[in-house]
């Protein structure tokens, strides 16, 4: 069978991170990544009544002859009617199908005729066994059609590879670019990853290359919802009454520009908070639980890891790397690196948020190539 794509999509509680390698003279080009919230809408009628200079302002998707606006559109758009991509019960589901055609189509996926995907999905390691298959069935095979924007989509999954999240992005050190096994691969002995979602926290130690299922742990509700995202729309709600209607989701596109930010003079910026015509100062609130959040995973995970001894490394991963990275590495500073240094750049300097979905990526292009 002959793929015309390989492609990972991680949908998460918070965010959907999609990668995609094209298959071209044989040749996997270089991969292209995308990111948006797992958050949708229903578009009832025609328009959503809000005027034309609004209306432009949205891509639309039709899936299964509805309409839906999608991720930070929904945010600037609508606080009403949100569906939410959270729950044990999500994976395979039809949301769980919406949210990948979505992000195949983000990516060009089969704009031009009918493309055949192999396909990398995942699910948190808790879940994995239960899971896997159902997930698998409700994918495989599927021929989908969506229309995002003004173009129509098609592709077909040809193949579905469902990985435990948190593990997957121990691929990215395993394999290289192109799928093939690293010998260099510098995270020999223990490894712990940390995956920090926006509600869940895996904690997975890999000893050798293998994880070991004894010292692997999920926190419910202990990610970037909990110590960040909603102390910091309380603090938002409390500063003035102009500040009530404000939602997670305006904190998350904030917090997205903070991680993004190059300098203090961006991480400042990003944490002002504009919200009809106000602005709030929300910059020592994030600095406050970003440094809760930390001590927190020090005396809860690592402390169950005897503060580490015997670890080599730490490879913090998800969104909340991003946050938490500084201050873990002021904390131990032999075992946490920067994403640009040893033994990260072996990976190739993946940006933590993406490591999942390349760890998947690389594994199905092994498959592939063999
Ligand atoms: N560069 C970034 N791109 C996207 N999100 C980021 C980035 N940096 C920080 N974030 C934050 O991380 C969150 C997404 O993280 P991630 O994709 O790891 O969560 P998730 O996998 O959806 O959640 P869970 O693991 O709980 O299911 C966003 O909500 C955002 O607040
Ligand atoms: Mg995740």
Known sequence: MT???IAAVDAGNG???SVLTRLQDDKFQTPQADYFPSVRAVVRGKSLGLGASQELQYTPVEWHSQKYIIGDDVTRITKQGLDRFIGKDRYGSEFHQFLVAVALARLGVGGKGEANVYLSLFCPPGYFADQRETIKQAFMGKSVSIQYGDKLYQFRYGNVAVIPEGQAALFCFNLNQDGSPNEKNPLYGDVLFLDSGVYTLDAVLV????VNPQQTASYS?????FFIRKPLMQAAHESSREFEGVTEDDIDV???QYAQAQDDQ???EACN???GGYTVDLFSVMQRQIAEYTKWINNNVLARYDGLRG???VVLVGGGASLITPLMIEMYPDKVKNSSEPPHYAAGRIAPVNMNAYGGLRVAIAKVRT
């Open 221 to 225: 509700d202990k990610g970037i919802d």
């Open 3 to 5: 793929y015309t794509h």
């Open 273 to 275: 908070l504009y919200h």
């Open 266 to 268: 961006g991480r400042w």
């Open 254 to 256: 904030l917090i997205r």
């Open 311 to 313: 670890i080599r490394h």
């Open 15 to 17: 965010g959907v991170n």
């Open 207 to 210: 000893s050798d290359g293998k």
